[in-house]
């Protein structure tokens, strides 16, 4: 303990100047009195604060009520010998009042007035130093440095630097630092950095930076950055990137970056690229990506890409994709995708394309021309192809049918059907059809009253022979085609 005769202690009062336990301390210039002293070591029996305005503010946040508006600061004297340090504050029996006001005029007066308070981070100051100078303040305090210098403020405190400098804030605070400066701060703080800077937040804090940084946020943050940047934030948090930059976000998150950029959420999330960028998103999570990019997402999502894009989802998932793109679901999955793509399925799954659409067993394929199915898939298409496994069935409009074995294939009007063995093939007015061993065919004509009727064959009898189209010719009779 210093040898000088008496110090200063620093605390908060409620509006009324009682604590939490009802002690009423008296006015200014008067002398308080401890009714319970206890000289021991421990909470209780005595009068507290904060020596020099040193300490954990924390300890004291509940009973004290620092953070309320209507707060009253106080500044005791106290015979030195008489403090009792109990790490993080102090207690002591008796002391004057020195001063009754407000945070900043309090700490003023206590710094003014106590040489040793300079020793360390005063709680609630307000400091201001120059270029290349340090700030350093406790909890509740602001703290602000020029360039190349560097801020630091505890809990709910604010620090604020210049370009090249450093900004830190302890939980729930805030710390703003210039063009290429680093600001940092704890659990639920906000951070944000000039160009080329950083930027960097605890759990559930924000952290933003300009173009060419890096911003960090912890758990349920948001963490902003500008163009080529780098951005993560932890998990249900949303990253933020400008173009060109990479946006990363933990679980239930949401990621969103600028053109040519790429975002990454984790399970449940969401992920958002611009042009040309890659969306990505975890099971669960929806990922959309702008013209030209790749947007990816895990089981049970959602993943859709703009015009020349791929998007691609896991099982249980649906994929879409732009103009030219392709489209790719997992199992029991639904791909779409526009004109000039390709749609692929796994199993079970649904596949529906502007050109060319593959899925996979017990699959369906929709497509303007071309589509594929698996086994025991249905394969549609209007105006086109028309290809499925065993077990399925083929319709198309006017174009080319085909099933495996035990299969129907069916075209609108004209076309060629061809199934395998077993199977069943149907054609419009004109069409061709042809069917493998023990199949039928079934190719529809108009009568001299122009009414349609079908004449049907089956391979085997009537000299019908397997795998080969059949057409009508004028009386209604098979012909080979």
């Known amino acids: ?131 290349e100078g340090d700030a350093k303040v406790g909890a509740l305090g602001v703290a602000v440095a020029g360039i190349r210098g560097e801020a630091t403020s505890g809990d709910y405190g604010v620090s604020i630097a210049g370009a090249d ?84 976000v933990g679980e239930q998150g949401t990621a969103t970056t600028g053109s040519y950029g790429r975002s990454k959420a984790g399970v449940g999330g969401t992920a958002i690229a611009g042009d040309k960028g890659i969306a990505m998103a975890g099971h669960g999570g929806t990922a959309v990506s702008g013209h030209d990019g790749t947007a990816t997402t895990g089981m049970d999502g959602i993943a859709t890409a703009r015009e020349s894009g791929q998007a691609f989802a896991g099982a249980s998932s649906t994929a879409i994709a732009g103009s030219d793109g392709l489209a790719n679901a997992g199992d029991r999955s639904i791909a779409i995708t526009r004109d000039g793509g390709k749609a692929n399925v796994g199993e079970q799954g649904i596949a529906i394309a502007g050109h060319s659409a593959t899925a996979g067993n017990s699959g369906i394929a929709i497509a303007d021309t071309e589509a594929r199915s698996g086994t025991k898939g249905i394969a549609i298409t209007g105006g086109g192809r028309c290809m499925v496994g065993a077990f399925g069935t083929a319709l198309t409009r006017s174009g080319k049918a085909e099933a495996g074995a035990n299969g129907l294939a069916v075209t609108v009007t004209g076309g060629i059907a061809s199934v395998g063995d077993n199977g069943t093939a149907s054609v419009g007015v004109g069409g061709a059809a042809s069917a493998g061993n023990h199949g039928a065919i079934l190719i529809r004509y108009e009568d001299q009253e122009n009414r349609v009727r079908t004449k049907v064959g089956y391979i085997g009898e009537e000299g019908l022979e397997p795998n080969t189209l059949y057409t009508l010719d004028d009386n209604h009779r098979f012909i080979k085609v």
């Open 1 to 131: 303990m210093s040898t000088r005769k008496t110090s200063f202690v620093l605390r908060t009062c409620h509006e009324d100047m009682s604590s939490s336990k009802g002690f009423v301390w008296p006015g200014l210039y008067e002398v308080a009195q401890a009714p319970d002293w206890d000289p021991n070591p421990r909470c209780g029996g005595g009068l507290h604060g904060w020596l020099y305005g040193h300490g954990n503010y924390e300890i004291d946040h509940a009973e004290y009520r620092p953070l309320a508006p209507s707060a009253k600061w106080v500044v005791v004297e106290v015979e030195t010998n008489q403090i009792v340090d109990l790490n993080g504050k102090c207690k002591f029996p008796r002391g004057m009042v020195c001063f009754v006001g407000s945070k900043g005029d309090a700490t003023d007066y206590l710094i003014l007035r106590e040489p040793r308070a300079s020793n360390d981070a005063v709680i609630g100051a307000q400091l201001v130093k120059g270029d």
């Open 165 to 248: 400098g450093i900004a830190s804030a302890g939980r729930e605070g805030s710390a703003t630092a210039g063009e290429r400066g680093e600001a940092k701060t704890g659990d639920f703080g906000t951070a944000a950095a000039g160009g080329r800077g950083k930027a960097f937040a605890g759990r559930a804090g924000m952290a933003s930076v300009r173009y060419d940084g890096v911003a960090t946020a912890g758990e349920l943050g948001l963490a902003i950055a500008g163009n080529n940047s780098t951005v993560n934030a932890g998990n249900a948090g949303t990253a933020v990137a400008g173009s060109s930059g990479k946006a990363s």
